[in-house]
């Protein structure tokens, strides 16, 4: 789904462009080859690799994959598309550790153990090519990212600038959602004070597409949604909170009313 000049949503579970498991994962064509902000989970991967030569792009273009964060549903299906496309693996530098010590991730465990992930899955550990770490600019042909880590939603969390044509998107993995809502959770790493500490990062950017790792999207006046968040923030009542107002998403349940 083409949702910017230079960008593409090719993999969802919510729009049922790939994998139920997946998140957002976004394809930016940056002219001389293509970069994939997250991956899904990794049962998505052939879903992902058909949505992107729908648009006309070889997969082989595919130069970096950029991943926002360790959470295996954001980053699963790298080792899968690395081998196919030869990309680079880009990741937060403190998301490398999680990478290489899976069985050590305890959301892994709390997926499984609540029934949101088949039983089966196996996630393996992999090492990525390349880490980031805040204020990093990743080169991409004539263009750039720049990294933003937010700590918050894990220690890791980062937000990707990408500015073309005088438009600037953000793509905020989970930290940052529609409407404001943060991505404060009940596990390792996820904290209140440091989303009040760093989501001060993302004021004043004069953004336009606010790209988050789940869920709807915006093209226009992203800042706005940012910005209410950041408000909250400051205040003593509690921000909404995006994995507790959308939990029946992760539900079988809901994952199997998809399947019908
Ligand atoms: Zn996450």
Redesign the pocket.
Known sequence: MQISETIYLVGSEQFALSHILD?NCYLIDYGEGLALIDTGLGLGVEDLLRNIRSHGFDPKSLTHILI????L??WGGAPKLREITDAKLCVPASARYWLEHVAEDL?IQQNLQFGRWPKDLDPKSCSPDEVFNDGDRIRLGGGSVDAIVVQG??KD?TCFLWEHNGYRAIFT??VVFYSGMI?L?NSEGSSLDDYRRDMKKLEDLEIDGLFP?HSVFVLRNGQKHINRAIRKLADFVLPEMF?ETNEFMWQNDYAASLNE
């Open positions: 998140c926002t964060h360790y959470h549903g954001h959301t939603h894990t969390s993995g989970d991505g959770i790792g994995f």
